[in-house]
């Protein structure tokens, strides 16, 4: 663990209704690193004051875990949720070519939380939050009548003409994906089978073991504790590689018809160039599924897509050497006339729909 | 109405989940008004980015509103929970001396939410985003399985060394509280006896008539609508007239200790000088309850505490010139001995407690 402060005790059970609010605060700032320069006021007034990063804009983004919706308590520890919270915003400011720096949490917590569940939060969020040198200066705790919420703002910093828009494409340009895709699909879709009742979310004092299979227990660990690309996307934007990003918070499918709509082209992409992960292709297959079809329409992935138009290539090739060992994969290109598909042949085939929030 | 764009329809009965989320954060889109300067992505990326303002320092802060924990719908409609979601942000902002810029909106919608009761949310919200010069930049939607939530984030700024904070006050400083208190208090303890359930929050098609005396009705409208002393609390800050600041969210017994506590002092109030709201005195008194005890108690009323220093009263008197028409009242001062509470003769009462999360 990388937080200072007294050691907080995993497996304390006094709920956090016998605790107060300034008490769980108190708790939560004794943990917290000391301030960063450029914070002036962190946890416990009325709101932060931070100095902005000279010269450079903010990126604002916040996002929602809400138990039974984006995590279910069977699937993922306390510690896997917090982490999960705060990646999924950093995935956010790095999709902008930014740097994330401040995050606020906002907790909603049923009444029978303990002690021992916000401790395990916090040290996913606080693992994450050092991980991508993000300082936590604040947010809000109130109780919840129904479900676990976290709720996480993230403040960022980007340099004027280096941001990382959807929109900003044009035909032509190659399309890329970061990592692998399907790994998060493919974990959960085990989570679930091996849970046996698929679309019940209830709360258990016992976790799912993991998968004995050591590639299946990777997917697994992708869907609980996604990696936001946050290096590789302030990278395609400080170098102004991509013409246009984002995350594959909602799937590749989604991914490619939103920035293919922002920047009002088409796209094609090559199914036999899409990097799946191997143990997601193997499940699926073993499934009955195709692999390709669930692997782009799976949300959770947080890679990155970009455009990269043809006179970036040489800066792409920079990015490609920095990337330590994450594999950057061109998978299409953009086209003129508007149709979004997946090549067979000579023909297109509409592509899955990703993952829907009502 | 403040908003361009198509008129949304307020009786529409169509549900979110037969909308999408895409369609929802386009009618949302569709509403907000033009960028303001600085604004270079809104509503509608991955986040937003936006040039931070000249010379100025960042304030964030994250304030969630709960359905059945902050709000019932048989009191506030869908307006005013929009209203208020922003209001208790702005608030925050003020109570920092700031003034605030941008706005996150994070919605949590449980299945059966109708797209006029989203519209009356983005009524509420932008009503008071364009009376506090607030910009809706992003947000996020999902499907909540339990309440309604609205979560809502503010960027604001703040100039060096005009940032109030609660710690700054020393013993001597005299206390004033804006505005009047009590009046959230009595119209939340009106609402409840008239629904007849004080605890228990359900879902309501109908919302409560309001009281036909108009002191009272001014007592709920203070409830369901509290002004944030957004002016306020930017001219404190910025003539640096204030030592310390800090709202009045949970309470003036809360915030007198919390301000004390912060900065190392105790405080004596005077509770012959507490403004109290003329039609809450009435409501406490005639429902047999103590009217000072209720009043400095409850919590919604969103004034502001701040403590004076004896140099910085010729500044005040420069504030209350700008006031237009808020009161601001003395209403006691800090003092050297750590001990907190109410004047009776020549001894302290205990100050009774704040609201209390859990």
């Avoid at 006094?14 to 004794?30: H, N």
């Avoid at 450079?56 to 917090?82: K, N």
């Avoid at 919420?149 to 340009?173: C, E, F, I, N, Q």
Wanted: glycine share 10%; with cysteine; charged share 20%.
């Amino acid at each position: 663990m990388s937080s200072p402060g007294n050691p907080p005790v995993r497996n304390n059970t006094q709920r956090v209704s016998d605790t107060g609010e300034r008490a769980l605060i108190e708790r939560i700032r004794r943990r917290v690193p000391p301030a960063p320069p450029g914070l002036l006021v962190g946890i416990g007034d009325d709101a932060a004051v931070a100095a902005p990063d000279r010269g450079a804009l903010q990126v604002l983004t916040t996002d929602a875990l809400v138990e039974g919706i984006h995590f279910d308590r069977r699937f993922s520890t306390p510690a896997d949720i917090g982490y999960k919270a705060l990646a999924v915003n950093v995935s956010d400011v790095a999709s902008m070519g930014g740097a994330p720096r401040f995050a606020l949490l906002s907790l909603m917590l049923p009444i029978q939380t303990t002690l021992g569940e916000v401790d395990g939060l916090l040290d996913g969020l606080l693992d994450l939050a050092a991980e991508t040198r993000v300082s936590l200066v604040g947010g809000n705790i109130t109780r919840s009548p129904g479900p676990l919420v976290v709720d996480v703002t993230v403040v960022g910093s980007v340099k004027p003409r280096k941001v990382l828009t959807r929109g900003g494409a044009h035909a032509g340009d190659a399309l890329y994906v970061t990592g692998q895709i399907g790994a998060a699909a493919a974990g959960l879709a085990w989570l679930r089978r091996e849970a046996g009742e698929p679309d019940e979310a209830h709360r258990a004092d016992t976790i799912l073991p993991r998968p004995d299979e050591p590639g299946l227990a990777e997917c697994v660990a992708r869907y609980c504790r996604p990696q936001p690309r946050a290096r590789i996307g302030a990278l395609l934007g400080r170098t102004r590689t991509a013409s246009a990003c984002m995350d594959l918070s909602d799937g590749l499918a989604d991914a490619v018809m939103q920035l293919s709509c922002a920047s009002k082209t088409g796209a094609a992409i090559d199914p036999a160039l899409l990097p799946l992960h191997p143990a997601a292709r193997a499940w699926f297959t073993a499934s009955g599924d195709d692999a390709i079809a669930a692997s782009v329409a799976g949300g959770d992935d947080y890679e990155l897509l970009f455009a990269v138009p043809p006179r970036a290539k040489g800066r792409l090739r920079g990015v490609l050497r920095e990337a330590r060992g994450v594999p950057i994969t061109r998978i299409g290109e953009l086209t003129d006339d508007r149709t979004i598909g997946l090549l067979s042949g000579s023909r297109l085939e509409p592509l899955p729909p990703g993952f829907v929030h009502f």
